[in-house]
């Protein structure tokens, strides 16, 4: 109902107001005091009827109509302050001209006068209330010399219906000026409740940019940090293969030069697998990736795994223990995903383990889910430090055992992995000596 009110008045005000919010709040003041003041003056024509008061009956037409059409200028050009000024006029002239028709000071109407500059304050401003204040106190002083003079103003109204005609008119002022204030109240309580929308709206675009600038300064800082890691990390490799290849153009023994060779081969994997590393986070970060989700056997894929690691761990003579689970242990997942996260998890196990450890992948067959536990005997996670794994280039205190490269971003790639294949994977200290890494999915029936 409200909204349809609101539609209502706004069809009557210029579209140039729409721009300027005090100017808006004023038109709708205008145009619902108009309204009202009409509705209220055409009350009054029945009640000149009544007292037999012509003059009153054609000032009260002439006001019903004159207020009626008043909104209608509101969508012209015309300043607002000159039509509020001018819904002023029109009251002000009507209640002038009855006071002096009805008996002056003595009249029921004479009390109206003070209404002439409060509405001035409310429908229009300040000044128009001083403006106003001043012409209605002249008028007050201009009837009271009259009265004081004993000079009798004529009473054109059914004198026998005197009492009536006083309990009835007077009550009036008190009406009018109650309703304008409830709209006035009305509008600036909407207005003021629109300006804390637009402030909250403000605070929330402010909250959301500076999110969006943390998020971009982290960005950044972030693309930097991969610049440093390609920067630093390819720097051996390439510096070795440079180095091989010119060893080689000295080199005539074909030994020597296989060797060689399978330097540049690792160098050149080495360097391959980081730049796969940072690829692949970049496409996580970006939502590149999606699962295709079959039904696959972790104890398969966990020997598979195991075969492909098996060249690393033994240069490090570490022994890779599979301990499979007699339950279940098929699982909805990635199959290349699943695979990854093994590979990552063990390359790590093999990583900081010290010359002829072991790492140990046991599989726990449970009800609803099965858990696949990644063990080594290396150092562990130092205390503190927990909060660090799986995020993007944690760089944690324990380092390589053999003085591999290390990203950072193994474990937050197997995090991301886990979460695309709706599972889970956490840490657990190692009560003898080492980590212990977890991952857990659901399994298939």
């Known amino acids: 109902m409200v909204m349809k009110l609101t539609r209502f008045v706004d069809y009557f005000i210029n579209p140039a107001y729409f721009d300027d919010a005090k100017m808006l709040w004023r038109a709708r003041l205008l145009i619902r005091a108009s309204f009202l003041t009409s509705i209220f003056s055409t009350s009054y024509v029945g009640l000149s009827?009544?007292?037999?008061?012509?003059?009153?009956?054609?000032?009260?037409?002439?006001?019903?109509?004159?207020?009626?059409?008043?909104?209608f200028l509101v969508k012209t050009k015309l300043p607002i302050s000159w039509l509020g000024n001018l819904y002023i006029l029109i009251g002000a002239f009507a209640i002038y001209v009855l006071v002096y028709y009805s008996g002056g000071v003595w009249s029921a109407v004479y009390p109206w006068i003070i209404s002439i500059p409060v509405l001035a304050i409310l429908v229009v401003n300040r000044l128009s209330g001083i403006i106003w204040g001043s012409i209605s106190f002249l008028f007050m002083q201009w009837y009271a010399y009259l009265a004081y003079k004993r000079i009798e103003?004529?009473?054109e109204y059914n004198i026998d219906l005197h009492t009536e005609w006083y309990v009835t008119i007077l009550p009036g002022?008190?009406?009018?000026?109650l309703l304008i204030s409830f709209v006035f109240e009305y509008i600036q309580s909407h207005a003021l409740s629109e300006v804390e929308k637009k402030n909250q709206l403000l605070e929330e675009q402010k909250a959301t940019i500076t999110q969006q600038s943390i998020e971009l300064e982290e960005l950044i800082e972030e693309k930097d940090y991969i610049i440093r890691i390609l920067?630093?990390?390819?720097?051996?490799?390439?510096?070795?293969?440079?180095?091989?290849?010119?060893?080689m153009t000295i080199e005539d023994d074909e030994a020597r030069?296989?060797?060689?060779?399978?330097?540049?081969?690792?160098s050149s994997a080495s360097a391959h697998n980081l730049i796969e590393r940072v690829l692949e986070m970049d496409a996580i970060?970006?939502?590149?990736?999606?699962?295709?989700?079959?039904?696959?056997?972790?104890?398969?894929?966990?020997?598979?795994?195991k075969a492909s690691m098996t060249d690393v761990a033994q240069k490090k003579d570490i022994e890779i223990v599979l301990k499979p689970s007699v339950g279940n242990c098929k699982v909805k997942a990635d199959r290349t995903y699943l695979a990854q996260i093994f590979e990552n998890l063990f390359s790590n196990a093999?990583?900081?383990?010290?010359?002829?450890?072991?790492?140990?992948?046991?599989?726990l067959g449970l009800e609803k889910r099965v858990q696949i536990k990644i063990i080594d005997e290396g150092p562990g996670i130092k205390e503190g430090e927990e909060d660090k794994l799986f995020k993007k280039f944690s760089k944690l205190s324990s380092r390589p055992t053999a003085g591999e490269s290390s990203t950072g971003l193994g474990l937050s790639l197997v995090k991301r992995y886990v979460e695309l294949i709706h599972g889970t994977v956490w840490y657990e200290a190692n009560?003898?000596?080492?980590?212990?890494?977890?991952v857990e999915l659901p399994v298939v029936n």
Not at 350 to 363: L, M, P, R, T, Y
């Open 49 to 71: 009827t009544v007292f037999d008061f012509e003059k009153s009956f054609y000032l009260m037409i002439f006001n019903a109509i004159s207020f009626l059409l008043l909104p």
């Open 153 to 155: 103003l004529p009473r």
């Open 173 to 177: 002022l008190l009406l009018i000026i």
């Open 231 to 247: 920067a630093h990390d390819l720097r051996n490799p390439l510096a070795n293969i440079l180095s091989v290849v010119n060893l």
């Open 257 to 266: 030069q296989a060797e060689y060779l399978n330097i540049i081969n690792q």
């Open 285 to 305: 970060g970006h939502n590149k990736i999606r699962a295709n989700l079959e039904v696959v056997n972790v104890c398969e894929v966990l020997k598979e795994v």
């Open 350 to 363: 093999i990583k900081f383990s010290d010359q002829g450890n072991k790492v140990e992948a046991v599989v």
């Open 431 to 438: 009560d003898r000596h080492g980590a212990v890494f977890v």
